[in-house]
């Protein structure tokens, strides 16, 4: 185990903190309908329970209608309950073999719990990198105390450490600043 090793280590755990809050994020509903809000919705698929897109086709019919097309036209029928059983405020309406999702606007009430989400999901994400840098300085500590490492080298590895996190809560304020001004566009 090297200073290499652990700055590596802590770097690829920052990125993968980093795509969890771009995912969370995403589900996150905002004025326009996209289909990544109904990724969370599971359908019960030969007594299985499965994702959405796995038995369905997920299109955009505009800026604020999803279409569902079911592969299996008997699946319709469940997919429909499923997603209104989501508790996503979302009802949708079947025609023909198509089940069409208008996604309601927002209420200004609605937007700013929504805001206050997107906070929240910010500052978990925070809290975990400032995690991986106690891991990673830890993670340093030890080289030293099993002399792997010098002092010097422990000193710079902390530096190159804290660049890496201050460098992820920036891209966090980032995200966060550009979905909060998604939310609240009318």
């Known amino acids: 185990m090297s200073v290499a090793d652990v700055k590596k280590n802590a770097q690829d755990r920052m990125a993968k903190s980093l795509e969890t809050l771009r995912g969370n994020l995403a589900k996150v509903r905002t004025g326009r309908a996209h289909v990544g809000i109904l990724d969370s919705v599971m359908v019960e698929y030969y007594g299985n329970p499965t994702a959405l897109n796995q038995v369905a086709n997920l299109t955009l019919v505009d800026a604020r209608t999803i279409g569902v097309q079911p592969f299996e036209k008997k699946m319709a029928a469940t997919i429909e309950k499923a997603i209104r059983d989501a508790d996503l405020g979302l009802n949708p309406s079947a025609q023909g073999d198509m089940i069409r999702v208008p996604t309601p606007p927002l209420t200004e009430e ?50 190159d450490i804290q660049k890496l996190t201050d460098k992820a809560i920036v891209d966090i304020d980032k995200m966060l600043a550009e979905k909060e001004k998604e939310v609240l566009t009318v």
């Open 110 to 159: 609605r937007r700013k719990e929504m805001v206050k989400l997107v906070k929240s999901e910010g500052e978990d994400s925070k809290v975990a990198v400032r995690n991986i840098r106690r891991d990673a300085n830890e993670g340093l500590k030890k080289l030293v105390k099993d002399k792997a490492i010098s002092e010097d080298d422990e000193r710079r590895g902390t530096d």
